[in-house]
C-alpha cells in the first residue's frame, strides 16, 4: 500500500498534513455523557445499540448512511427545490446530472437504495432465480430472498481473509461465477450484480479489470451486469490510487468507465450522493423501464420524483458532482486510512488493507476468548460505547447468523466484524483522535470482555430489534 499512500500525498499538496477541505458554517452540539450513565443506557437498551438514542452517543460511527453534512451549495438547492407532482425542473437537474455521470438510458428516482432494489428484483426475478453479487447488502439478499431468488456472494477468496493486503479485494470471483451459470443454467440468472464498494465484504473495492473480466463473462451468456453503485465515487478513487494505468484519469471519466460496462445500477444517494436521503435506479433496456416506471407509481410515487422531495433531489444533483472532487476524496481516504493505521498501531486486527467508508475491525481475532455463538462483534459493540459513547455496528453472526426455523439451531456467520463507518464531511481529525483513544482503552480490557446471549428476535433482520443479555 504504500504506492497508495505515495500518490495521496502526491495528489494532497506538498504539505504532509492533509486537511479536511471545507471550513465548518453550522454546528450540531454533542451531548457529553459518562460511563456509569452509558451502563444505565446500554442495559435499558438491552445491549443493542440501535435502540441507544442519538442524543446519548458522543461520536456516531453506525453508519455513513444519510449522516452525510450537506455544503452550501446543497442547501441552497434546498430552496431551489421545485416541489412540483408532475415534470419538476429539480427532477430535469437530477436526470442530466445522473445521466452525465452513470451514462444510463433511464433514470428512475427512490426515496433510498432498497426502493430501487425491491422494484429491479420485482420486475427482473422470479421464484428459483439465482443472483450472483461479490456480497449482496443485508437488504439487498432480503430483496432478492423476498422474491422466492437466492442470493449467491461470489466474492474471491481474499476477500474472506481480513489480514490479505490485495488491493481490490472486493472482486468477483469470476471462476466461480462461470460454475454457477454452468450449474444453474443462464435462465435462471436473470442479472449478476456487483456492489461498489463490497461493504457487507469490508468496504473492499472493486477494480476495473475484474469489471471488465465479469462482463465478458456475462456477455458470453447474455446476463445484464448491474452495479449496487451506493459508493461509486470511493470504488473509482482507489482504482485511481491501486490499478496501473488510473492515477493520471479524472475520478470522474473513472466512474464513467465503470459505468459503460453495466446495463444498470441500483444506488442510495444516502452514502456518494452526500445526501440525508434519496436514490435511484437506472437501466438502458425501455421495456424493463416502463415495467420499473408502473410498479415506481404504484408505491414511491409520480416519475419525476420517486419517493423524493424537489429539494431532496436537487441535494443529490448537487452531491453526485462534490463526491467526485478530488480534494474531497484525497482527504476522505486520508482520514479513513488515519483511523485504521492506528488502530492497528494500537494491536486491533482490521480489516486490511483500509476501505473509504469504514474501518471493520476483526471481532473474532481480538476476542479469541469469546466463541462466535456468544456474539464477540456484539461484546466489542457495547464496550466501545461504554468505553467512549462511540456507536459502532456488528456485521457477523448477529446480522448474517442463520437460525434453522425446525432445529432452532444457529450457524455462525463467515466473519465477525465491528464496523466504525465514517459520515461523509462530519467528524475531524480531533473527533477521530478521541476515537482511538477510547479504542485504546477497549484493548487494554479486551481479555475481561464477555459474549452475549440473544433473548428476543425476529425472525428477519434481527440484529434491528434484537434484546441481549450479557454472559
Ligand atoms: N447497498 C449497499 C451496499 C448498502 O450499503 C446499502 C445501505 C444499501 C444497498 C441500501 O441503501 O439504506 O438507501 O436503502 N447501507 C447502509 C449501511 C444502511 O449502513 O451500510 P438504503
Excluded at 437504495?113 to 439478499?141: Q, W, Y
Excluded at 485511481?240 to 468507465?257: F, H, S, T
Amino acid at each position: 500500500m504504500e504506492k497508495e499512500i505515495h500518490q495521496l500525498n502526491k495528489a494532497g499538496t506538498t504539505f504532509r498534513t492533509i486537511i479536511e477541505p471545507f471550513k465548518i458554517k453550522s454546528v450540531e452540539p454533542i451531548r457529553m455523557t459518562f460511563r456509569a450513565e452509558r451502563e444505565k443506557i446500554l442495559q435499558n437498551a438491552f445491549y443493542n445499540i440501535f435502540s441507544v438514542k442519538a442524543r446519548d452517543v458522543i461520536i456516531d460511527l453506525l453508519t455513513d448512511s444519510g449522516t452525510s453534512a450537506m455544503s452550501a451549495e446543497q442547501w441552497s438547492g434546498i430552496m431551489r427545490g421545485d416541489e412540483s407532482y408532475a415534470g419538476s425542473q429539480s427532477y430535469e437537474r437530477f436526470e442530466k446530472t445522473v445521466k452525465d455521470i452513470f451514462g444510463f438510458k433511464h433514470v428512475i428516482p427512490t426515496h433510498q437504495g432498497r426502493a430501487a432494489e425491491r422494484i429491479l428484483f420485482s420486475v427482473m426475478c422470479k421464484r428459483g432465480d439465482v443472483i450472483p453479487n461479490n456480497s449482496h447488502f443485508d437488504t439487498t439478499r432480503a430483496n432478492v430472498e423476498f422474491q422466492g431468488a437466492v442470493a449467491e456472494d461470489l466474492v474471491i477468496k481474499e476477500g474472506l481473509d481480513p489480514q490479505n493486503q490485495y488491493p481490490f479485494k472486493g472482486n468477483v470471483d469470476a471462476e466461480k461465477l462461470k460454475a454457477l451459470i454452468k450449474h444453474v443454467g443462464k435462465d435462471k440468472i436473470p442479472l449478476c450484480m456487483i456492489t461498489i464498494t463490497n461493504n457487507s465484504g469490508g468496504g473492499q473495492p472493486v477494480s476495473m479489470e475484474n469489471i471488465r473480466e465479469v462482463k465478458k463473462v456475462l456477455s458470453k451468456y447474455n446476463i445484464p451486469l448491474y452495479f449496487d453503485a451506493c459508493r461509486f465515487a470511493e470504488n473509482a478513487y482507489l482504482i485511481k490510487l491501486r490499478e496501473d494505468g488510473y492515477q493520471d484519469m479524472p475520478v470522474k471519466e473513472i466512474a464513467k468507465e465503470m459505468m459503460a460496462h453495466a446495463d444498470g445500477c441500483t444506488m442510495s444517494a444516502k452514502k456518494d450522493g452526500l445526501s440525508n436521503i434519496g436514490g435511484f435506479l437506472c437501466t438502458n433496456d425501455d421495456l424493463l423501464a416502463q415495467r420499473e416506471r408502473d410498479l415506481l407509481i404504484l408505491t414511491e410515487g409520480f416519475p419525476t420524483y420517486g419517493g423524493m422531495a424537489g429539494r431532496d433531489m436537487e441535494a443529490v444533483a448537487v452531491g453526485l458532482n462534490e463526491v467526485l472532487k478530488e480534494d474531497y476524496l484525497i482527504y476522505r481516504i486520508a482520514e479513513t486510512r488515519y483511523l485504521g493505521d492506528h488502530l492497528y498501531e494500537t494491536g486491533f486486527p482490521i480489516v486490511q488493507p483500509p476501505g473509504a467508508h469504514a474501518i471493520y475491525i476483526d471481532a473474532k481475532a481480538t476476542l479469541p476468548h469469546i466463541p462466535p455463538s456468544q456474539y464477540p462483534g456484539q461484546a466489542l459493540v457495547a464496550e466501545l460505547y461504554l468505553a467512549g459513547g462511540i456507536r459502532g455496528v456488528e456485521i457477523g453472526s448477529v446480522m448474517f447468523g442463520k437460525v434453522d426455523e425446525k432445529t432452532g439451531k444457529e450457524t455462525s456467520a463467515a466473519m465477525e466484524l465491528v464496523r466504525l463507518a465514517i459520515p461523509r464531511r462530519v467528524y475531524t481529525q480531533s473527533h477521530i483522535d478521541y476515537v482511538l483513544e477510547a479504542c485504546k482503552r477497549v484493548w487494554e480490557n479486551r481479555e475481561k470482555l464477555k459474549g452475549f446471549k440473544i433473548v428476543k428476535q425476529a425472525k428477519s433482520l434481527r440484529h434491528f430489534t434484537a434484546k441481549f443479555e450479557p454472559f
